[in-house]
T-cell receptor, first 113, second 112 residues
Framework: EAGVVQSPRYKIIEKKQPVAFWCNPISGHNTLYWYLQNLGQGPELLIRYENEEAVDDSQLPKDRFSAERLKGVDSTLKIQPAELGDSAVYLC???????????FGQGTRLTVV | KNQVEQSPQSLIILEGKNCTLQCNYTVSPFSNLRWYKQDTGRGPVSLTIMTFSENTKSNGRYTATLDADTKQSSLHITASQLSDSASYICVVSHYNTDKLIFGTGTRLQVFP
């Protein structure tokens, strides 16, 4: 069975440009997470979905970040416009339910120049 | 404030040696505590997950312990291998919100 799939693996963009990341969770997993991870730090939650509903987006910078999970399956995370400080690894994870084991994708490494 | 703190921040050991990583948390109430291994450039991979009623769980050469009274956990690695070189992250799940609270990790390097 395929794990959590993210694309692209790497992305380099100029500041002020838009960028989008895509995540396909493990089949049947209702909960989907987007995390941001800076070098040498633990992941920080951006948004958590239960099916298609965003149940925790308190840490999502809504002025420039947006996310959607239409149909409660795959999800996209968008940044517009990107800033230099957005350079980080963006991780997607999924779990059957909120309190069960979370499986992570390999992440998208974003570099903003 | 719900926090997870790990020590040491980094650790270097020789291949074949044992080591123990520490995790202290203030998350309350909590439902489970997890240890993840994260190789460079990869996403975290789950090693163990323990509920408050469990005090030890093993996964091959990895053994996690949990003391819910003192809010401490440890991850013991036996007979280390070069492939154990990675970051090890302690994660605590908050009981009421299901929110995962991550530690900053311990960076382990195993040398031959």
């Amino acid at each position: 069975e395929a794990g959590v799939v993210q694309s692209p693996r790497y992305k380099i963009i100029e500041k002020k440009q838009p960028v989008a990341f895509w995540c396909n969770p493990i089949s049947g997993h209702n909960t989907l997470y987007w995390y941001l991870q800076n070098l040498g730090q633990g992941p920080e939650l951006l948004i958590r979905y239960e099916n298609e509903e965003a149940v925790d987006d308190s840490q999502l910078p809504k002025d420039r970040f947006s996310a959607e999970r239409l149909k409660g399956v795959d999800s996209t995370l968008k940044i517009q416009p990107a800033e230099l400080g957005d350079s980080a690894v963006y991780l997607c994870a999924s779990s059957l339910e909120g309190d069960t084991e979370a499986f992570f994708g390999q992440g998208t490494r974003l570099t903003v120049v | 404030k719900n926090q997870v703190e790990q020590s040491p921040q980094s650790l270097i050991i020789l291949e074949g040696k044992n080591c123990t990583l520490q995790c202290n948390y203030t998350v309350s109430p909590f439902s489970n505590l997890r240890w993840y291994k994260q190789d460079t450039g990869r996403g975290p991979v789950s090693l163990t997950i323990m509920t408050f009623s469990e005090n030890t769980k093993s996964n091959g050469r990895y053994t996690a312990t949990l003391d819910a009274d003192t809010k401490q956990s440890s991850l013991h690695i036996t007979a280390s291998q070069l492939s154990d070189s990675a970051s090890y992250i302690c994660v605590v799940s908050h009981y009421n919100t299901d929110k995962l609270i991550f530690g900053t990790g311990t960076r382990l390097q195993v040398f031959p």
